[in-house]
């Protein structure tokens, strides 16, 4: 699958439901309108589609939500598409996710295939967690983090930099995860739906972030790649790896090689624009893929260049209504 600028498309991010069990202040009003379950694919239709995103040149899948790790019966589905690591038509089958539900899961994934997890974890501070998640618990999630590593996945964090919260934790953070052999991402926040917060009080530009990290640490730029959107380097005091995903300050569009599925069946061919494309219509006219194989190629046809995000005084609404639960974190 190739775009009209040349880009290549063999990531696919698919949220297998919208719902979590966390509010993240940064993600979603605390009294979210989640999707009727009618609404959702099922787990059937989800292997069905990603498997034809496989067929048409997917190597990379990762799983989202919400929280993936929530939605019933969830290992079944990923136990499915692990069929594809072991034929070789699949690179990677990856997940992100909160953390509160690893321990539970961990083992099952790494059996299945899953090498590597990123987990979103903005604190290690127990009430600071608590006060950012809502609803959170730090120490379940520092023990599925236990779990995972004691089944052999690799992590990657992901923190969400804030102004005024985490930004002077980040240090810390990168400390305690560099010291379990954990890489971090740090990440600016986005203009995704509407929430209780001001995200112009919250945005942090990781240029900022970077230059305060260079008063204390040697980071040294690194060509290492994941697939995604991160720009690394390396930091000599922790020997470990810190990442830099930047969509505000530096638009990282032009090696964009992804796409969104939703849990509904909608195609986002860019995180920052309202255009889609509905596979859930097409996949469901006919038994075969003809159809949707078709709704695939002519939304890759009007992939954009790039998104819109901006956070300033001056706008206030987001760049896109939908919620980032909805299109997949």
Not at 33 to 42: C, E, V, W
Not at 91 to 112: C, P, V
Not at 269 to 286: F, I, T
Not at 302 to 324: E, L, Q
Request: aromatic residues 6%; proline residues 4%; charged residues 25%.
């Amino acid at each position: 699958m190739i775009d009209p600028f040349g880009r290549k498309i063999s990531y696919l991010r698919v949220s297998v439901t919208d719902r979590c069990d966390f509010r993240c202040t940064y993600c979603m009003a605390e009294d979210m309108t989640f999707l009727p379950k009618r609404d959702l694919l099922t787990l059937e239709e989800l292997d069905r589609i990603t498997s034809v995103f496989v067929e048409k040149g997917v190597r990379k899948l990762r799983l989202t939500g919400g929280e993936p790790l929530v939605r019933k019966n969830i290992m079944s589905l990923v136990r499915q598409i692990s069929r594809h690591l072991a034929s070789g038509a699949l690179d990677e089958l990856t997940l992100t996710t909160n953390g509160s539900q690893l321990a539970k899961h961990a083992a099952e994934l790494a059996e299945l295939g899953v090498r590597r997890i990123n987990v979103s974890l903005d604190t290690l501070d127990p009430q600071k967690f608590r006060a950012i998640t809502r609803w959170g618990d730090l120490a379940r999630v520092l023990e599925g983090i236990d779990a995972a590593q004691a089944a052999g996945l690799r992590i990657k964090l992901n923190a969400v930099a804030l102004k005024g919260f985490n930004d002077a934790e980040i240090p810390a953070i990168m400390r305690w995860a560099h010291g379990r052999g954990i890489e971090l991402t740090v990440i600016e926040t986005m203009p995704m739906g509407e929430i209780d917060a001001d995200r112009t009080d919250q945005y942090l530009p990781l240029s900022q972030l970077r230059a305060s990290l260079e008063q204390e640490f040697t980071l040294v730029d690194t060509p290492y790649k994941t697939g995604g959107p991160a720009r690394y380097v390396s930091v000599q005091e922790t020997g470990g790896r810190l990442g830099f995903i930047t969509p505000m300050t530096h638009n990282f569009c032009e090696s964009c090689n992804r796409v969104r599925l939703t849990c509904t069946g909608t195609l986002y061919m860019c995180l920052g624009q309202e255009d889609a494309a509905d596979l859930r219509a097409p996949m469901r006219r006919s038994e075969g893929n003809e159809l949707l194989s078709a709704a695939i190629d002519e939304a890759i046809s009007r992939k954009p260049k790039g998104h819109d995000f901006i956070i300033d005084r001056t706008t206030s609404r987001p760049a896109v209504a939908r919620h980032m639960s909805v299109t997949g974190g």
